[in-house]
């Protein structure tokens, strides 16, 4: 089983950056592809971004493209969501997963962008 901690979330400044962090323990989440998910609030829970098991290949939401970037680092067991130019409607509980998501939710962390 794996147990995902994200962490790196805050309140910013609608234009300003924040980046996120996803942490595994229990086992190695390197073959899997991986995506970073949202869910604001009174809203389903939204794909944000996925990369390949190998990191070579990304693929964002219209929503976020040109502005977030994701990346992984598989000797660290970690994935990364970096976040530019953030807009008030970025706002929301972030969480990483499996792409697709598995049964390995964690609590996610908050981004609260301000205007």
């Known amino acids: 089983q794996v147990q995902l901690v994200e962490s790196g979330g805050g309140l910013v400044q609608a234009g300003g950056s924040l980046r996120l962090s996803c942490s595994a323990s229990g086992r190695t989440f390197s073959t899997y592809a991986m995506g970073w998910f949202r869910q604001a609030p009174g809203k389903e829970r939204e794909f944000v971004a996925t990369i390949s098991w190998s990191g070579g290949s990304t693929i964002y939401a219209d929503s976020v493209k040109g502005r977030f970037t994701i990346s992984r680092d598989k000797a660290k067991n970690s994935v990364y969501l970096q976040m530019n130019s953030l807009k008030p409607e970025d706002t929301a509980v972030y969480y990483c997963?499996?792409?697709?998501?598995?049964?390995?939710w964690g609590k996610g962390t908050l981004v609260h962008v301000s205007s």
């Open positions: 997963n499996a792409d697709p998501p598995l049964n390995w």
